[in-house]
Each structure stands twice: as structure tokens, then as C-alpha cells.
């Protein structure tokens, strides 16, 4: 398991398209950048939060492989605690609810935690597939710091959706398609339903 390879290629592009993890013969795949926030129609609105989370959690990968075998806890107030508050400032300035964007990072945050978790059980259960190389955890923060943002503005751009009665079953068919589309294993997928219960409103 390369991770870190990885990391570089992604890091240098700027963009998580092609994070893969290599667990069991199971590959995941990040997904493309998804299209402007402007799309019309629920769908057009409600997928691109699903294609920002799984990217989001692609970065969870690299966060493991960073923290794996060191001091460095998995759960990190201080860390959550700057990135709520810089979201919430983010949501202000493009005319999203502060409050709802916090809530949704809540989860998108439990959300990385349930991949990182998943990953130190199976390195601890199988060292053979622990990363070889460690991925600087302050390069990587830069590409959720760019996620988070794009995520902010696709929360701004999608209230209409997020706040209809059908909400929760067009962000159910966003989700299988970016599932199916990318490749997600049982774990990533675990974690992408974590990561959306307060995308609707409802």
C-alpha cells in the first residue's frame, strides 16, 4: 500500500482524482471535481455535495496514513473546532446558513473519523498493508482546507434542495451514483452515508 505516492500525485494537481486505496484487491477511486454549484434542478444541486464528500473522504485515507503509528489521535478537538468555526465564516461571506453548514460538517467530519478508524483496524490486523510512506499531514489539510470550501459553496448553492420534503431521497440517488460510479468500498461507503444525514433539512 502506497498512500503517500498517491498523495504526491494528488497534492501536485491539486485536485483528488486519482487518491486510490488499495485494501483486500479493493480500489477507491476519488471522484472527478464535480460541476458548478449552479446546476439546475435537485439532483443538479443535491449531487455535487455527494461528490464533494466522497473526495472529502478520499483526504481521510491520507489523514490515516499521516497519523498511523504515531502520537497523533484520530479525534482532534482543536482541529475540528478551527474548521467549523473557518466554515461557518466561509458560509456567512457566499450566503449560506452558518448553522446548517456546521451541522453538515459535523457529520462530514465523523464521517473521516469512521475511515480512519477503519483503516488503523486493518493495518493493525494486517501490518503488511500499512502504509510504507507518510504523507505530510499540513499538505493534506490543504487539499480538505480547498474541499471544504468547494463543499461551503455547493451548500450555498443547493438551500432550495436541501430544504424540500424530497430531499432525502434525490440525496439517496446522488449518493448510489457516486457509490457505484467510484468504486466505494463497504468501509468509504460506511462512511458516505455518515457523512450526509443533515444535508436535508427535513
Same mark, same amino acid.
Given at each position: 500500500?502506497?498512500?503517500?505516492? @498517491?498523495?504526491?500525485?494528488?497534492? =501536485?494537481? %491539486?485536485? &483528488?482524482?486519482s487518491?486510490?486505496?488499495? #485494501? #483486500?484487491?479493493?480500489?477507491?477511486?476519488?471522484? /472527478?471535481?464535480? /460541476?458548478?454549484?449552479? *446546476?439546475?434542478?435537485?439532483? #443538479?444541486?443535491?449531487?455535487?455535495? =455527494?461528490?464533494? *464528500?466522497?473526495?472529502? &473522504?478520499?483526504?481521510? +485515507?491520507?489523514?490515516?496514513?499521516?497519523?498511523?503509528?504515531?502520537?497523533?489521535?484520530? +479525534?482532534?478537538?482543536?482541529?475540528?473546532? !478551527?474548521?467549523? +468555526?473557518?466554515?461557518?465564516?466561509?458560509?456567512?461571506?457566499? %450566503?449560506a446558513?452558518?448553522?446548517?453548514?456546521?451541522?453538515?460538517?459535523?457529520? !462530514?467530519? $465523523?464521517?473521516?473519523?469512521?475511515?480512519?478508524?477503519?483503516l488503523?483496524?486493518?493495518?493493525?490486523?494486517?501490518? *503488511?498493508?500499512?502504509?510504507?510512506e507518510?504523507?505530510?499531514?499540513?499538505?493534506?489539510?490543504?487539499?480538505?482546507?480547498?474541499?471544504?470550501? $468547494?463543499?461551503?459553496?455547493?451548500?450555498?448553492?443547493? =438551500?432550495? /434542495?436541501?430544504? /424540500?420534503?424530497?430531499? %432525502?431521497g434525490? &440525496?439517496?440517488?446522488?449518493?448510489? @451514483?457516486?457509490?457505484? $460510479?467510484?468504486?466505494? +468500498?463497504? &468501509?468509504?461507503?460506511?462512511?458516505?452515508?455518515?457523512?450526509?444525514? *443533515?444535508?436535508?433539512? @427535513?
Amino acid at each position: 500500500m502506497r498512500i503517500a505516492t @498517491h498523495s504526491r500525485r494528488l497534492l =501536485a494537481v %491539486g485536485a &483528488l482524482a486519482s487518491v486510490l486505496l488499495s #485494501g #483486500g484487491g479493493t480500489a477507491v477511486a476519488a471522484p /472527478a471535481q464535480p /460541476a458548478a454549484a449552479a *446546476s439546475v434542478g435537485p439532483y #443538479g444541486q443535491l449531487r455535487p455535495l =455527494a461528490d464533494l *464528500s466522497a473526495q472529502r &473522504l478520499a483526504t481521510a +485515507d491520507l489523514v490515516a496514513a499521516a497519523k498511523y503509528g504515531t502520537d497523533s489521535p484520530i +479525534d482532534d478537538p482543536a482541529r475540528e473546532r !478551527q474548521v467549523l +468555526d473557518a466554515v461557518a465564516g466561509q458560509a456567512k461571506e457566499v %450566503g449560506a446558513d452558518p448553522e446548517a453548514t456546521v451541522r453538515i460538517f459535523r457529520d !462530514q467530519i $465523523e464521517a473521516n473519523k469512521v475511515v480512519q478508524r477503519g483503516l488503523f483496524r486493518r493495518w493493525d490486523a494486517d501490518p *503488511s498493508q500499512a502504509p510504507e510512506e507518510r504523507p505530510d499531514l499540513a499538505e493534506v489539510r490543504k487539499e480538505i482546507n480547498r474541499v471544504n470550501g $468547494e463543499l461551503v459553496r455547493g451548500i450555498a448553492a443547493s =438551500a432550495d /434542495a436541501r430544504t /424540500a420534503p424530497y430531499c %432525502g431521497g434525490v &440525496l439517496t440517488a446522488a449518493a448510489v @451514483h457516486v457509490r457505484h $460510479e467510484n468504486r466505494l +468500498d463497504t &468501509l468509504h461507503s460506511v462512511a458516505l452515508g455518515r457523512a450526509l444525514p *443533515s444535508v436535508c433539512a @427535513h
